[in-house]
Every structure is written in C-alpha cells, then in structure tokens.
C-alpha cells in the first residue's frame, strides 16, 4: 500500500515565526503536491514537483516555499506565518504523469495565533 | 481557468437508497477524473479514477461515468450504507503532471 506520512496532526505557530510542513511517501513517486483545504473554498493547490529540486507554483503560492531535495520527502514552508495560513494542508504524491491516482496524507491542521 | 461544480452540496438519504452525485467541469481538455471520500478531518482516499478515454468505472458498490464533450461526472452509490457517510470530492487533471483541480464535494449522510 502507498504510505504518504505528514510530520505533524496538529500545529498551534504564532504569527511570524517560520513553519516546515514535511511529507514523505515510501512509493518512489515522481509527483508530489501541496494543497491546503478551507471551508467554502474547498482544496486549492500551493506548489507542486514534478522531481528531485523541481517546483512548480500552484494556484496560491504566494507566502510559500516549497523545498524537494530527496525524491521521497516535498516540505511546505512557510516564511513568516500569518492568521490567514490558518488551514488544512494536505499532502498528495502520483507515480507519474496525468494518468495515475494521487495518493493523499492525512494532513496537518495548522493555527496561527 | 477550470471551474468544477458538484450538486448537491449536502444529501441525507436513509440506508439501502441508490444515489448519484453529479459533477460537471467547464473545460473539456481533461486528462483523467477521480473521485475521493474524505472523512472529517482526515485526508482523501481515491475511490475511482477514468482516464479521459473512458467511459466508466466501477469498484463494488461504486460506478462513475464520464461524458467528456458536455463536462458532466456522475458517481452511483449502490444500497447506500452507514459507513458510506462522508464527503466525496470530484477532481479533474489537465496537465500532463496531474495537477487537480477540485468541486466543493457532496456531503451524504446515511442514517439508519
């Protein structure tokens, strides 16, 4: 089975300080994705890569970085936090290409004070 | 810019119904569409996905459809269940690297 970990259930930062969300998947998928998940606005994409040191900006990247030095592990950062990165991220990886099932951790519920 | 819409938002049906939850996306030049489930406050689990040349799908209970042209998905839930309670979000992937864009999911809720 395709195991996709998040390093964290649950994350109370205050407002500014720096944040890694880290991911990990055990299939030697290609693709890894961020997404964070808010009510009414369902789940929208950060940053995704496509490989090893590739990133590619989602539909809101602004106020995040991503880092992907090893293939199996994609971090989400975020550089100075703020009230409204408040959220559900939500981690996903795909074997390659369009045509595969992205496989989704069991996210991380981030509060920003 | 690709929207995805499912109806309805919410659907509570008592155990043993058949249901469908419809999904329709503005832009025809998908490469595939899958269905998730995702349980309160948990992650998603893929239930189903059809590449675009397909017209269907289906794993036990389960069966989607797709019909490309019009932007239309629908997911048939068999003798509905309890333990069927969740969200079920539809997702389509336009680029050749998978990236999803998602609807707002249906909320079903099977009661005894």
């Known amino acids: 089975d395709v195991k996709v970990t998040q390093s964290s259930r649950y994350l109370v930062k205050r407002t500014g300080e720096k944040v890694f969300l880290e991911c990990v998947q055990d299939m030697d998928h290609e693709n890894m994705f961020w997404y964070r998940q808010d009510p009414g606005l369902g789940l929208r994409l950060i940053y995704f890569s496509y490989d090893v040191k590739m990133k590619e900006k989602g539909d809101i990247p602004e106020g995040y970085s991503v880092s992907r030095e090893k293939k199996e592990r994609f971090s989400l950062i975020l550089e100075s936090a703020s009230t409204n990165q408040t959220s559900m991220y939500l981690c996903a990886s795909s074997f390659n290409g369009a045509g595969d099932t992205q496989y989704f951790g069991p996210g991380t519920r981030l509060t920003v004070l | 810019k690709q929207e995805v819409t499912q109806i309805p938002a919410a659907l509570s049906v008592p155990e043993g119904e058949n249901l469908v939850l419809n999904c329709s996306f503005t832009?025809?030049?998908?490469?595939?569409l899958q269905w998730f489930r995702q349980d309160p406050g948990k992650g998603l689990t893929s239930l189903l996905l059809?590449?675009?040349?397909?017209r269907e799908q289906t794993s036990g209970r389960l069966n989607a459809s797709l019909d490309k042209s019009s932007g239309r998905s629908t997911l048939y839930i068999a003798a509905s269940q309890p333990g069927d309670s969740a969200t079920y979000l539809c997702a389509v992937s336009g680029t050749s690297y998978g990236k999803l864009t998602f609807g707002q999911g249906t909320i079903l809720t099977v009661h005894p």
């Open positions: 059809i590449q675009s040349s397909q």
């Open positions: 832009d025809s030049a998908i490469y595939n």
